[in-house]
């Protein structure tokens, strides 16, 4: 958290670009982002084009089921705020616990 200030993220997305177009690359995927969340600013600082992509979420009879974003889960949202107040080693600890049971 010391660091966030220097924006480290900064250096590591410019070393992954540097690497993949030293290697010939045209076209790097940034991945998925929710449209206007912080990813997908970042990302956009840095040049990505936003593409539409489907998104699904089925349930267990393949049904489709309405997505849902953090904003409209209470539960997820006092999550967030919690989770930046947390020290760094109990993230890194709880955390893939809790990746697996959020985004299923």
Do not use: M
């Amino acid at each position: 958290r010391s660091e966030r200030r220097r924006c480290p993220n900064n250096q590591i997305y410019w070393e992954a670009l540097r690497w993949a177009v030293e290697r010939g690359a045209e076209e790097v995927d940034f991945g998925r982002s929710p449209r206007q969340g912080g990813t997908h600013r970042f990302k956009v600082g840095w040049g990505a084009q936003p593409r539409e992509l489907d998104w699904r979420k089925l349930g267990a009879d393949g049904q489709k089921l309405p997505l849902t974003t953090l904003g409209e889960s209470p539960v997820l949202r006092r999550l967030s705020r919690v989770w930046t107040q947390l020290p760094v080693p109990i993230t890194q600890w709880i955390g893939p616990i809790l990746r697996k049971r959020i985004s299923n």
